[in-house]
């Protein structure tokens, strides 16, 4: 690791803070019909895109602070196209080194008309002259009439398969973006109660469930040419605000039932995630920690297990919204205006994490990450009784570690290693929970017989 590398990743843990990133919304615009999103083209509100001015003062400010990465999302960032260009190279210029942005794909659609290979060239050749690390593409089922159907974009998953392909002759390896919901595998999820959750034929029978439609879920996308995928958690933020105090200001949240699990059924479904990538590990690099799965697990199927390591929003991550540039936590802790990004004051070090209200990942599966770092040297005594207690959750940390290194550390600008990979087959993984544990968790927690 160069010096320059060490002062930019490692130096900042002594001060008790982790390489920071931004969550920078550029539009709430969207052309999808997505029934997971708030911002989709059905419904009717004032929509808005940021400024190149108010963004250069974003991105001089996040250079300034020592941000790490920056992650430009939407609404639909390529309705931009232009823009969002400048905005990578703005970004790159200012000594930003982890630069993200995505689709949802419909600039794919209509692939066999005349010029849909030169047209998707043009993009990917322009994209591929930029900075930009990370470019995903969102796929929300294994069949493609499904996700179509979703998305409002008939016969998308043809160009996808088509424009893969033409993003890896330009350098650009595209990741698959699953937004967790029900039809992830084709035949929709079940709804089921916790309190027939609590029941083990049911749990073990919905546990199957979710673990096939993840294994058919990753077949596709390896099928379409796809070397990275990421998972988005489900989020569904009641608007009452009764989950939690929190209040929604990102709109990639809704109420339909598509999206929303009961706790035990995200308790489920965090462990069939966890279990199915070691499945496919081996095959395709995927984001997902398989310890951030685990802590999450037991933070939704147990109150008796040991609890994430809080949330880094507010003190290293900050989302910004389109509509005003206002900085929040998250983009869930929306009564948690903390004003313009570049007049924001520093954050010390010494300010404690204490979050654990929600599953954002672009958030919660890098504190967990990083974590155990932090605790190494602010709390080496509660470090070392958390590894005794619970030593699997650690052997897993540190095989996320490992595995990262592999995939090296996701860099969608590298092809995918196999060999590097192939030492991560199943017959290694350092810890799989037991039908029994999962009893024992969801023993108690959940009223029986009415009571």
Same mark, same amino acid.
């Given at each position: 690791m160069s010096s320059l590398h060490f002062r930019k990743d490692l130096l900042p843990i002594l001060r008790n803070r982790i390489p920071g990133q931004l969550v920078v919304q550029v539009t709430d615009r969207c052309n999808a019909r997505c029934p997971q999103c708030g911002m989709r083209v059905t419904e009717r509100y004032r929509r808005s895109s940021l400024s190149m001015e108010k963004t250069r003062a974003i991105i001089d400010s996040a250079a300034a602070r020592g941000i790490r990465a920056i992650s430009f999302t939407g609404g639909e960032p390529l309705l931009l196209f232009s823009d969002l260009v400048e905005m990578i190279e703005y970004a790159a210029g200012a000594g930003i080194d982890y630069i993200r942005t995505g689709t949802n794909g419909y600039l794919f659609c209509d692939s066999d008309a005349a010029g849909f290979d030169t047209r998707v060239h043009r993009i990917a050749e322009r994209l591929s002259r930029t900075s930009l690390r990370n470019f995903w593409i969102s796929i929300d089922s294994a069949v493609p009439a499904v996700h179509e159907n979703m998305r409002g974009f008939p016969?998308? $998953?043809?160009? $996808? !398969?088509?424009?893969? &392909?033409?993003?890896?002759?330009?350098? $650009?390896? &595209? !990741?698959?973006?699953?937004? $967790?919901?029900?039809?992830?595998?084709? &035949?929709?999820? &079940?709804?089921?109660?916790?309190?027939?959750?609590?029941?083990?034929p049911t749990w073990q029978r919905s546990l199957l469930t979710y673990k096939n439609a993840f294994r058919r879920f990753y077949r596709f996308v390896s099928n379409l040419g796809f070397s990275i995928v990421n998972a988005c958690y489900p989020m569904s933020i009641a608007a009452d605000r009764s989950e939690g105090g929190l209040e929604v200001v990102y709109g990639a949240n809704s109420q339909e039932q598509i999206v929303r699990f009961s706790r035990l059924e995200k308790g489920l479904l965090f462990k069939a995630l966890q279990e199915t990538i070691i499945e496919y590990r081996e095959r395709i690099r995927i984001f997902s920690p398989l310890s951030s799965l685990y802590a999450l697990h037991r933070q939704h199927s147990s109150g008796d297990g040991q609890p994430l390591y809080p949330c880094r929003g507010g003190i290293d991550f900050f989302f910004i919204d389109a509509r005003d540039a206002n900085t929040y936590p998250c983009g869930y802790r929306g009564s948690e205006n903390l004003g313009k990004y570049w007049q924001l004051k520093k954050v010390s070090g010494a300010v404690a994490a204490t979050c654990t209200r929600c599953d954002w990942e672009c958030f919660r599966d890098p504190s967990e990450l990083f974590g155990p770092l932090l605790a190494a040297f602010s709390q080496p005594g509660q470090l070392l009784r958390d590894c005794i207690r619970d030593w699997n959750r650690y052997r897993l940390w540190l095989s996320d570690i490992r595995y990262y290194k592999a995939c090296d550390y996701f860099d969608g600008r590298r092809p995918l290693d196999s060999r590097r990979l192939s030492k991560f087959k199943r017959c290694s993984d350092p810890y799989v929970p037991s039908p029994r544990q999962w009893t024992d968790c969801i023993d108690g927690m959940v009223p029986r017989d009415g009571a």
């Open positions: 016969g998308v $998953i043809k160009g $996808i !398969s088509k424009a893969v &392909p033409i993003f890896h002759e330009h350098g $650009i390896y &595209p !990741s698959a973006n699953l937004g $967790i919901n029900r039809l992830v595998g084709g &035949p929709g999820i &079940p709804v089921a109660t916790d309190s027939q959750l609590a029941a083990e």
